[in-house]
């Protein structure tokens, strides 16, 4: 049986400030008493990313709402600074797209769906199987909270 590979999920709260982080492994087989842990900022995000060894984002837009929802899902492989200036760079398109719509200007198709606010992305690994992803996020959250007492 070939090893299941490791993605983690990333929620946003208020932009970039708060990103909750939640390993995506099945919990019968993984430490029920690890959930993820929250990071603060882009500077964070890109030590995470580059410590644990992510190298790969998932973008999924929604292109057709119900009654039959249609999402195009599209899977990049990039550094860590480019993952997070990907995802910086979506949160200033929506910003602009924003101060377009209010000043009453047209916009384009790619603008308009900048609108559908970045709640949530998905990143993931090439050569990290789900059980090293795990050990590698709980102790680099544990190794964080000793620094942090320090």
């Known amino acids: 049986m070939e090893a299941e590979p490791f993605l983690v999920h990333f929620l946003v709260h208020r932009g970039l400030s708060v990103i909750q982080v939640v390993p995506m492994v099945n919990r019968f087989e993984h430490p029920k008493d690890f959930r993820g842990g929250i990071l603060r900022g882009p500077s964070e995000l890109l030590q995470f990313i580059q410590e644990v060894g992510l190298d790969s984002i998932v973008r999924t837009t929604q292109l057709a709402a119900l009654p039959n929802p249609r999402f195009q899902r599209e899977f990049y492989v990039l550094s860590p600074e480019d993952i997070v200036a990907k995802i910086e760079a979506r949160f200033r398109d929506e910003s602009v797209a924003v101060d377009k719509l209010?000043?009453?200007?047209?916009?384009?198709?790619?603008?308009?769906?900048?609108?559908?606010?970045?709640e949530q992305f998905l990143l993931?690994?090439?050569?990290?199987?789900?059980?090293?992803?795990?050990?590698?996020?709980?102790?680099?959250?544990?190794?964080?909270?000793?620094e942090t007492r320090a």
């Open 102 to 118: 209010l000043d009453g200007k047209s916009m384009t198709e790619n603008e308009l769906r900048a609108l559908s606010p970045l």
């Open 124 to 146: 993931g690994s090439s050569a990290l199987t789900a059980d090293e992803g795990v050990r590698r996020v709980k102790e680099w959250f544990e190794r964080r909270e000793g």
